[in-house]
């Protein structure tokens, strides 16, 4: 019963992350290092994340400077930015790349909002579906005779309660970024 709780809550948890992950890499209209997280060259024949090649700074909230540790890199640097289409146009100087941020119109940040609701349902779905499974999960040991009656019910029960709290999570977080987009 116990490792089924905990193999749940973990399953949960994984889930929450996912969209926390998601939720980084939209775009606020405020610089953020995070949005170069996926983006790699090819380094010396290994495809290597841009962040462990030189520092990034936010000198300004709305641009983010990347400086490059070996200055043979920065053409690749700019052009691995360019194909991961985020949206922002790289500004090489020849010593670092520039990465100024627009302001977001108000139908832009209506649009980014739609997507992070969709992530949000996205990840609930994924929450109630890990409950399904333990759900069943639950009603064949009661059937097995592993478990008793009353113990099902009481595990069904916690399962419901771990659901709600992780439900409970992703909907904070999505108030919390739509705030952030929606912020002017």
């Not at 709305?62 to 200055?71: A, G, L, M, S, Y």
């Not at 909002?113 to 779905?125: F, G, I, M, P, Q």
């Not at 097995?144 to 992703?170: A, M, N």
Request: net charge negative; glycine share 2%; aromatic share 4%.
């Amino acid at each position: 019963m116990e490792q089924l709780k905990a193999i749940s809550k973990d399953k949960m948890e994984k889930s929450f992350e996912a969209l926390l992950h998601q939720f980084s890499r939209v775009r606020t209209g405020r610089a953020s290092a995070s949005i170069l997280d996926d983006v790699r060259i090819n380094y010396y024949g290994t495809p290597t994340p841009v962040k462990q090649l030189c520092n990034i700074s936010i000198p300004e909230p709305r641009t983010i400077v990347v400086q490059p540790w070996d200055k043979t890199t920065l053409a690749d640097i700019e052009k691995a930015i360019l194909a991961a289409n985020l949206g922002i146009t790289p500004d090489n100087d020849g010593n670092v790349i520039r990465l100024p941020f627009q302001p977001l119109t108000e139908e832009k940040r209506r649009e980014i909002v739609k997507s992070l609701k969709k992530y949000a349902e996205e990840a609930r779905v994924a929450v109630r579906n890990i409950r399904r499974e333990a759900n069943e999960q639950a009603k064949k040991m009661e059937k097995d005779s592993e478990i008793s009656e009353d113990e099902e019910k009481k595990l069904l029960k916690e399962i419901q309660d771990i659901t709600d709290e992780w439900i409970k999570k992703v909907d904070e977080a999505e108030k919390g970024k739509e705030k952030e987009i929606m912020e002017v």
